[in-house]
T-cell receptor
Framework: AAGVIQSPRHLIKEKRETATLKCYPI?????VYWYQQGPGQDPQFLIS???????DKGSIPDRFSAQQFSDYHSELNMSSLELGDSALYFC??????????????FGQGTRLTVV | GQQVMQIPQYQHVQEGEDFTTYCNSS?????IQWYKQRPGGHPVFLIQ?????EVKKQKRLTFQFGEAKKNSSLHITATQTTDVGTYFC??????FGAGTRLTVKP
C-alpha cells in the first residue's frame, strides 16, 4: 500500500539559505500535518491543511510557510535558515471523518542539517 | 490546542515487567490517539479512543480512555525488547504529548 512520501530524505543547507520540503500524502487523504522533531524531543506540531486550506497553526516560525496544492501534496518552505532549524521534519496525512481525524500515517521524515 | 501532558517521561523496566504511561488533559478531549516511535523511526499509529470509559486491547497492550475524557493510559503487560520506543498520545488537534520513553533490559 502507498505510504506518505517525503522528499528529500536528507538535506544540508547553510545558514540563511532556503529549503523546500515536500510531502505526498496517502491517496484520498484530505489532511496533511507538518512536525519538527529535534534530537530527543517530541514532534512539535507546525501546521496542518485540510482540503488545501490551512486548518491549524502551531509553533511554525514566521520564516516558514507551507501550502497544500490541488493534488493534495504539500510543501514546507523554510527561509533564512538558522542552526536551530536542524531537525527531523515529519509529514503525516489522515482523513477527516465524522468531525474527527482518523489515524495519521507518517512519512519517513526529512532530516535537515543547517551548517 | 488541546495540550496533553504525559508521565512518566522515562521508564526503564526489566523484560517481563509491566509498563504504564499516562496522558492527561485539562480539557475534555473528543478523542485520543496513541503512537509509538522506535529509535530512529517515525511515529506509528497504535489506536484511537473515542468513547468515555473506552477500553481497547491489542495483544499485550491495553488502552483506556477516562470517563471524563480528560485522561488516558497505555498499559503493556510483560514487556519485551520489541516494546522499546517512545509512546506518544495526541488529542484531536494532533499535538503530541512529550512522550514516555521506554527502555527494556533483557
Amino acid at each position: 500500500a502507498a505510504g506518505v512520501i517525503q522528499s528529500p530524505r536528507h538535506l544540508i543547507k547553510e545558514k540563511r539559505e532556503t529549503a523546500t520540503l515536500k510531502c505526498y500524502p496517502i491517496p484520498r487523504h484530505d489532511t496533511v500535518y507538518w512536525y519538527q522533531q529535534g534530537p530527543g524531543q517530541d514532534p512539535q506540531f507546525l501546521i496542518s491543511f485540510y482540503e488545501k486550506m490551512q486548518s491549524d497553526k502551531g509553533s511554525i516560525p514566521d520564516r516558514f510557510s507551507a501550502q497544500q496544492f490541488s493534488d493534495y501534496h504539500s510543501e514546507l518552505n523554510m527561509s533564512s535558515l538558522e542552526l536551530g532549524d536542524s531537525a527531523l521534519y515529519f509529514c503525516a496525512s489522515s482523513s477527516y471523518d465524522g468531525g474527527m481525524n482518523t489515524e495519521a500515517f507518517f512519512g519517513q521524515g526529512t532530516r535537515l542539517t543547517v551548517v | 490546542g488541546q495540550q496533553v501532558m504525559q508521565i512518566p517521561q522515562y521508564q526503564h523496566v526489566q523484560e517481563g515487567e509491566d509498563f504504564t504511561t499516562y496522558c492527561n488533559s485539562s480539557t475534555t478531549l473528543s478523542n485520543i490517539q496513541w503512537y509509538k516511535q522506535r529509535p530512529g523511526g517515525h511515529p506509528v499509529f497504535l489506536i484511537q479512543l473515542v468513547k468515555s470509559g473506552e477500553v481497547k486491547k491489542q495483544k499485550r497492550l491495553t488502552f483506556q480512555f477516562g470517563e471524563a475524557k480528560k485522561n488516558s493510559s497505555l498499559h503493556i503487560t510483560a514487556t519485551q525488547t520489541t516494546d522499546v520506543g517512545t509512546y506518544f498520545c495526541a488529542g484531536n488537534d494532533m499535538r503530541f504529548g512529550a512522550g514516555t520513553r521506554l527502555t527494556v533490559k533483557p
